[in-house]
């Protein structure tokens, strides 16, 4: 059962979470691999170790073919917010992608800046879905919402009574620009160029 991703990706992606998931049970809370799945999984001779391929430039171009899916996925749904029930293939591969990021040293796919550079262009959203409770917004939303903000009241300084939740989005830009710390808005110099761009008050 050494799936490849050129066979079935869905199913690769699939065995590539069950695999991280049990090596790194604290890490990736994704999937709960317990032991009657274990059980189940050995009984149909299921591969727990799968050899690595060499080669950056297989690599490379697999991230590429990906990022180019995520594109035309975001010109076809109008946001990154991918379902498994949509694509389950691009769903796990940003489930992967984010794991990577978020544990540099699990033995995953490598995080590079250059492909978080890359990511972050097209809006990629860090944080993904919730599993319950709200929609995570991405930063194109909340810019929608700023600017919707604007048009109703003339400015940006947006008060908790008026909205908490862009209230609180706002004070964690601020935030995250003032003391220059790694959190997950990711501010970038992009980012700091579209808020500046719709007048953003940072002060």
């Known amino acids: 059962l050494n799936i490849s991703r050129e066979e079935d990706q869905s199913l690769f992606y699939f065995c590539h979470n069950v695999r991280y998931s049990r090596s790194n049970p604290d890490k990736f809370k994704g999937m709960a691999v317990s032991d009657d799945r274990i059980k189940a999984l050995d009984e149909i001779g299921f591969s727990w170790a799968v050899a690595r391929k060499s080669g950056k430039a297989k690599s ?5 073919s990906r990022l180019a899916d995520l594109r035309q996925y975001k010109q076809q749904h109008g946001h990154l917010n991918v379902k498994q029930e949509e694509d389950g293939s691009l769903y796990y591969f940003c489930q992967i ?18 492909r978080i550079k890359a990511l972050d262009e097209i809006g990629f959203p860090w944080g993904g879905l919730r599993l319950s409770g709200p929609k995570v917004k991405t930063f194109e939303e909340r810019l929608d919402e700023l600017r919707k903000y604007k048009r109703l009241h003339g400015h940006m300084n947006v008060r908790w009574a008026d909205d908490i939740s862009l209230a609180a989005f706002c004070s964690k830009l601020r935030f995250a620009r003032k003391t220059k710390k790694t959190t997950r808005l990711n501010l970038t110099d992009a980012k700091i160029a579209a808020l500046d761009s719709i007048g953003f008050d940072w002060f």
């Open 60 to 64: 490379e171009t697999s991230f590429e």
């Open 97 to 114: 992608v984010r794991t990577g990021r978020n544990n540099p040293d699990g033995g995953g796919m490598k995080i590079t800046d250059e």
